[in-house]
Every structure is written in C-alpha cells, then in structure tokens.
C-alpha cells in the first residue's frame, strides 16, 4: 500500500520523493518511449492523477522557475505534460501551452494550444525524462513558431542522457527528482 500523501510538504524533498517511489514505481519488463528495455517503469500517470502529489509538484516546479527567472509561458507536451504543467500554471500564475503529439486534423489544425507570441520565453514542464527525445521534440514546435525555450524542468530525470542531450542542444535543464532520489 503506497504511503499517505495527504501532508506533503514542498520543502520534504526525501518525503516527497518516498511518496513518488512508493506511487509510480513499477518492477518488470518494460519498453520505454525511447525504445530501450528496462526493468523499472516509472508510471507517470500514478502519480500526476493524484491531487495531493500534483500540488506539491506545482509548487515545486514554481520554486525552481523563480529560482531559473520567470518566463512569459509556461509549456507541457501532450499527455503526460499536461497535468504537470497546469498545476505548475496554477502555483506560478503564469498561462500555459499544451503541445500536441501530432497535428490535429480537425477544428483549427493546430499543434500548439494556447497563446505564444514570437519572441516569449516558455520553460517546459516534463513529466519523466530519458533520452530527452519528447521534451526536444516539444522544444522544436516552440522554437519553429519563434518562442525561446528557456529551459526544461523534468518532474524525474532517469540518469540515462537527458541533460546531455538537453544541454547539448543549448537549453538549461533541471529536474525537480533522479531515479536516485527515489531509491533507484
């Protein structure tokens, strides 16, 4: 049974990151997005469907964008982003932008929901992060219709080349956890 995470604090890092291990930790096979095999999954959707984790998260992703400077946007990818980004919106005041997986091909065809102005600073908010792969994918959409990607802040980072691939493509990143961080 995952441990109660009804009062958890911002500032109770090890707490925090007990109460995402004991939630989202999953054991087995596994393929992750990148294509690579592992025998740990971190389930996303175990911990960003639950209120009392969402806002603690929030409220993290709000410290460390203060601490990086504020930008104009906030950003998160579709689907595992989107939870993320809003409770980070919500604790920073800052609106957000939702990126698509793909194009829509209905309604108004866009990739890229909400309102982005050439020339504004966004961070994007991950949910879990490997190679980096989907979070310098939502980059690019943010780059080609002239944002500034100012940095990326992944909820998880798996220790397995994401700030490589981040930094090396010239953005900032941070992660609010490692796997490290939750006994992995």
């Known amino acids: 049974m995952p441990t109660t995470t009804a009062?958890?604090?911002p500032s109770d890092h090890a707490g925090i990151a007990k109460a995402l291990a004991d939630v989202c930790v999953l054991r087995g096979t596994f393929v992750l997005r990148s294509g690579r095999t592992s025998n740990v999954y971190l389930d996303k959707y175990l911990f960003s469907t639950r209120p009392e984790?969402?806002?603690v998260l929030g409220e993290m992703f709000a410290r460390?964008?203060?601490?990086?400077?504020?930008?104009?946007?906030?950003?998160?990818?579709?689907?595992g982003g989107i939870p993320l980004v809003a409770a980070a919106g919500m604790a920073t005041g800052l609106p957000s932008l939702f990126i698509r997986n793909s194009k829509k091909d209905y309604g108004t065809a866009k990739r890229l929901e909400g309102v982005l102005n050439k020339g504004d600073e966004v961070i994007i908010v991950e949910d879990i992060a490997t190679t980096g792969g989907q979070a310098l994918e939502a980059a690019k959409v943010l780059q080609d219709e002239g944002a500034r990607v100012k940095a990326i802040i992944a909820t998880i980072d798996r220790l397995e080349?994401?700030?490589e691939a981040i930094e090396a493509?010239?953005?900032?990143?941070?992660?609010?956890?490692?796997?490290?961080?939750?006994?992995l």
């Open 7 to 9: 009062a958890l604090n």
């Open 64 to 79: 460390t964008i203060e601490r990086i400077g504020r930008p104009t946007r906030l950003a998160g990818a579709e689907l």
């Open 53 to 55: 984790i969402l806002k």
């Open 169 to 183: 493509a010239g953005i900032r990143f941070e992660s609010l956890f490692t796997k490290a961080d939750l006994g």
């Open 161 to 163: 080349g994401a700030r």
